[in-house]
């Protein structure tokens, strides 16, 4: 039986990173498409926070200890239970968080740098490699440095980081509920 569950969630996790992936892009092009230099750096800069902030949350959840979350459930705090969840489900929710937006993210912001470096080729009056070059090297580092300090940040953090994640699941489940 166990074995069924985990193709049954391998299955899950592929159809949603193909999703993830194709609107991601989707929305990229379509921005792309119409948007100016600035805003198609504001949309390469939102990818890369995504996939550092989920990062982040795939981190936290794997480090976080069960233990504050009885206690706040106890109290009746909001977002504890969805914290709990998230916790005592670590390794799905480190997978759908890194794995699938973390790399979706990384590999569409790869795209977008490549799409954004290519306009801005066309827009100067030369034909510098350089340019290329250093979009994409800048967006290397922004989002492996990013990852590198949110890893600290996850590790430090991962109860309040949680607990947060677990306020706004909350918060969302409370306000679809009364729409």
């Known amino acids: 039986m ?3 569950s985990t193709i049954s969630w391998i299955i899950k996790i592929v159809l949603i990173s193909v ?3 194709m ?3 989707l929305i990229s092009t379509e921005i792309l498409g119409r948007a100016g230099l600035t805003m198609a750096f504001v949309l390469l800069a939102v990818f890369i926070l995504i996939g550092i902030t989920f990062d982040i949350i795939a981190i936290a959840v794997t480090v ?3 233990t504050p979350f009885h206690s706040m459930a106890a109290r009746r705090e909001r977002g504890a239970t969805e914290s709990l969840k998230l916790v005592r489900n670590a390794s799905k929710v480190n997978s759908l968080c890194s794995d699938v937006v ?3 993210t990384g590999i569409v912001s790869g ?4 799409l954004v470096a290519a306009r801005l080729m066309l827009s100067l009056p030369t034909d510098f490699l350089i340019f290329e070059l250093l979009v994409i090297g800048i967006v290397t580092g922004l989002t492996i440095g990013g990852k590198a300090i949110g890893k600290v940040i996850a590790i430090n953090k991962s109860t309040e980081i949680v607990h947060n994640v677990g306020k706004l699941i909350s918060y969302l489940k409370f306000s679809f509920k009364k729409a």
């Open 102 to 104: 973390g790399d979706v």
């Open 64 to 66: 976080a200890s069960e």
């Open 23 to 25: 609107i991601f892009m």
């Open 111 to 114: 795209t977008t740098a490549g």
């Open 2 to 4: 166990k074995r069924k």
């Open 19 to 21: 999703s993830a992936s």
